[in-house]
């Protein structure tokens, strides 16, 4: 009997799962749709994607079978959430699992942007240790104010890490929690205004682009820390470059980008920020259970009709 297929558009690591897809499914590395027979195109049921693959309203209207997409991670900016709701495409992605290592990214990024340490490693590299005026002085962290832009899974999770360093903490949302005891800020300006630290946490796409703006940036001020792991978009990254350019922000932790891999000379050539290819993520154990879950979902489909954790938006 020909098996349906499931077209993956990521490229992922091997993973024993594989095994049992395998037996229920032809999987098939997606390159170019004119690559498929029209016999195949008729085929495929699912989607194996990532949070950072384009998976357009275009594709999924070239497959008519299509019944799901399972997405390796949990941001879904990626993904045409709006038409595959319309044809009532399930979309699953991998929340909780990767909590843990985004929310320990933005403490490395915020305690390294405040204290200097790649800056400072840069120095000792260079050799200048040795020099008269020494290295200067970095920002405290602990006891400071921390904001959080976006509450969710992922912002919890770097707010609980807050009590470890005595730090005051706030947060913005789209609507307050009552599921949790920090106090809520309606106005962004107004949380940036009172942040030493503010930390981005928020989901990606339209309702968030260019959120943290000119206005933001300077309420942050010439002593405010940024740190984004959530997405590039969020930001307006121009913005972003002129107040560190003009001192008008003090220093900034990023690990995701407007247009990435591409990340601006202007971005690059200033010592005050620390850059990361978006790996907050990308652990071994962290990704072996990104990669687990989206199997999963995709046994799950096969055994029930619906998937183990469907985004829910
Ligand atoms: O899961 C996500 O949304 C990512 O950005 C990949 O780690």
Not at 142 to 161: D, E, F, H, M, P
Not at 208 to 234: F, M
Request: glycine share 8%; proline share 4%.
């Amino acid at each position: 009997m020909t098996r349906p297929i499931v077209l993956q558009l990521a490229s992922l690591a091997q993973h024993p799962s594989f095994d049992d897809i395998d037996r229920h499914f032809e999987r098939l590395a997606f390159q170019d749709l004119t690559e498929l027979s029209a016999q195949q195109i008729e085929r495929v049921q699912i989607l194996l994607t990532s949070a950072v693959t384009p998976t357009p309203a275009s594709l999924m209207d070239r497959l008519p079978a299509l019944k799901a997409i399972c997405s390796v991670g949990v941001g879904y900016d990626s993904i045409d959430i709006h038409a595959a709701k319309q044809r009532g495409i399930q979309v699953s992605t991998t929340p909780d699992v990767l909590n843990d290592c985004v929310a320990d990214m933005a403490w490395a990024l915020m305690l390294d942007a405040a204290r200097r340490l790649t800056e400072s490693d840069r120095y000792v590299r260079a050799g200048l240790w040795d020099r008269p005026n020494g290295f200067g002085l970095g920002t405290r962290v602990s006891g400071k104010k921390l904001g959080i832009v976006g509450l969710g899974r992922i912002g919890q999770t770097i707010a609980r890490r807050a009590s470890g360093f005595d730090m005051e903490l706030r947060y913005h949302n789209r609507r307050p929690r009552h599921d949790v005891a920090w106090h809520y800020e309606p106005s962004l300006i107004e949380l940036a205004d009172w942040a030493d630290i503010m930390v981005i946490a928020a989901v990606g796409g339209d309702e968030t682009r260019g959120l943290i703006n000119i206005d933001v940036l300077n309420a942050l001020g010439p002593k405010g820390i940024l740190v984004n792991i959530a997405r590039g978009s969020v930001v307006d990254e121009s913005a972003l470059i002129a107040a560190l350019q003009e001192g008008r922000l003090g220093a900034a932790g990023l690990d995701v980008f407007e247009n990435e891999p591409q990340v601006p000379q202007a971005l690059r050539d200033l010592n005050q920020v620390v850059l990361a290819p978006h790996t907050a993520s990308a652990t071994v154990e962290t990704r072996e259970a990104m990669l687990t879950l989206t199997l999963e979902n995709i046994l799950q489909y096969q055994k029930t009709g619906k998937v183990l954790t469907p985004l829910s938006v």
